[in-house]
């Protein structure tokens, strides 16, 4: 009876611990939660396609600071960015965050960097709109040609005589 008592605690403390894990570890952020936080001031956003060398003073100053630092958006390249989400979902009615986001945000942040602006013009983004079209047909291209190499590759080798011979079934 006690070995059935303690078995039985031992699973209620189980699942109890373990309810209370799930419920602190599943409360993911959303777009929108993203959204009003880095609107609002309170976070950040950061580009993962865009980093640039740690400097020797940060160095220096932290051990810690990785080799590459990426770079924090502005607020303005974190509207567009955020828009241009909402822009892709309501035209596709779909909660999903299209693919070629960071590269639209990429492509407006490097020609701000250029021009020294920090102004998003509506030229700027209908070039980024076609910077990612002709990235994503380009995209399409290569897997279609990678799809057609792996199937050339896959043919079978061609058979000596003797092995013909051999596996040639004499007795049907």
């Known amino acids: 009876m006690n070995k ?7 699973v209620v403390m189980i699942i109890v611990f373990g309810s209370l894990l799930l419920n602190t570890s599943v409360n993911a952020a959303t777009v929108e939660d993203a959204k009003k936080s880095v609107l609002n001031g309170e976070g950040e956003m950061v580009n993962p396609n865009m980093h640039r060398d740690s400097t020797d003073e940060e160095t220096k100053a932290n051990k810690n600071v990785p080799y590459q630092v990426f770079r924090k958006m502005t ?21 999903s965050v299209p693919d070629n986001a960071y590269d639209y945000i990429q492509y407006i942040t490097e020609q701000l960097d250029k ?9 700027l983004r209908a070039e980024a709109e076609n910077y990612v079209k ?17 199937k050339k590759e896959t043919k079978e080798p061609k058979k000596s005589f003797w092995k013909n ?6 007795l049907k």
């Open 75 to 95: 607020k303005e390249e974190a509207s567009e960015y955020f828009s241009y989400i909402d822009k892709y979902q309501s035209k596709n009615n779909t909660n």
């Open 165 to 170: 011979f051999l596996s040639f079934n004499w």
């Open 134 to 150: 002709t990235q994503n047909n380009s995209d399409r291209k290569s897997d279609t040609n990678l799809e057609l190499k792996s």
């Open 115 to 123: 021009s020294k602006t920090k102004t998003i013009t509506n030229e």
């Open 4 to 10: 059935y008592l303690n078995t039985t605690i031992t």
